[in-house]
């Protein structure tokens, strides 16, 4: 059985939901699904005057363990038009990694949101595209087999790069259902490519 990590980094909780249901996704594919996050670089005192979400379950993840996966998805919110110093932190960490080819073959794939629907969620998309190619990893976005991304109903997140939410310039908006079934989509997808390629 293919083994999937969905690792994240989120400030307000918007990815992290994000990533649960990426999760369910990978699991509906017939693999198993791992979530991390990625240690915090803001000070606490710092992070909870801006009201981040700290009392995530997800365990932090090391570098180290990037490897003994068939598949990683990244998910991070946008930051200006890319991802977040958190993540970059955590992914510049990967070095050796690179060096010794451990990464290469492996599916890798990208979620992310931000506040508004044109506030860069595909440029946030590309830029952890092209650190998992850098890796070597091979991707899976979302395609539009989810037709919900193509809907005209709603505001609503996703993108043929990766799955998407919209959180609100305030944060309000939560994850909405065609964004969590993109999200689940697309961790199906990535498990059942992940079980063809390493299966």
């Given at each position: 059985?293919?083994?999937?990590?969905?690792?994240?980094?989120?400030?307000?909780?918007?990815?992290?939901?994000?990533?649960?249901?990426?999760?369910?996704?990978?699991?509906?594919?017939?693999?198993?699904?791992?979530?991390?996050?990625?240690?915090?670089?803001?000070?606490?005192?710092?992070?909870?005057?801006?009201?981040?979400?700290?009392?995530?379950?997800?365990?932090?993840?090391?570098?180290?363990?990037?490897?003994?996966?068939?598949?990683?998805?990244?998910?991070?919110?946008?930051?200006?038009?890319?991802?977040?110093?958190?993540?970059?932190?955590?992914?510049?960490?990967?070095?050796?990694?690179?060096?010794?080819?451990?990464?290469?073959?492996?599916?890798?794939?990208?979620?992310?949101?931000?506040?508004?629907?044109?506030?860069?969620?595909?440029?946030?998309?590309?830029?952890?595209?092209?650190?998992?190619?850098?890796?070597?990893?091979?991707?899976?976005?979302?395609?539009?087999?989810?037709?919900?991304?193509?809907?005209?109903?709603?505001?609503?997140?996703?993108?043929?790069?990766?799955?998407?939410?919209?959180?609100?310039?305030?944060?309000?908006?939560?994850?909405?259902?065609?964004?969590?079934?993109?999200?689940?989509?697309?961790?199906?997808?990535?498990a059942r490519t992940a079980t063809k390629l390493h299966g």
């Amino acid at each position: 059985m293919a083994r999937v990590l969905v690792l994240y980094y989120s400030t307000y909780g918007h990815i992290e939901k994000m990533a649960e249901a990426i999760a369910e996704g990978v699991h509906r594919g017939g693999a198993t699904a791992d979530i991390r996050r990625v240690p915090e670089t803001v000070p606490e005192e710092i992070a909870r005057k801006a009201y981040f979400k700290l009392d995530q379950m997800a365990p932090v993840a090391t570098v180290a363990e990037l490897e003994s996966y068939d598949a990683i998805i990244v998910g991070t919110g946008t930051r200006f038009g890319r991802i977040s110093a958190q993540m970059a932190t955590f992914l510049d960490q990967a070095g050796g990694l690179w060096a010794r080819g451990a990464l290469n073959g492996k599916v890798g794939a990208a979620f992310s949101s931000s506040a508004t629907q044109h506030g860069g969620q595909e440029m946030t998309l590309f830029s952890i595209i092209a650190n998992l190619m850098h890796f070597g990893m091979t991707i899976v976005g979302l395609p539009y087999s989810h037709q919900g991304q193509m809907t005209l109903d709603e505001i609503v997140g996703g993108a043929p790069y990766g799955a998407t939410t919209i959180a609100g310039g305030d944060g309000s908006r939560q994850p909405s259902a065609v964004e969590l079934e993109g999200a689940r989509h697309q961790g199906e997808l990535v498990a059942r490519t992940a079980t063809k390629l390493h299966g």
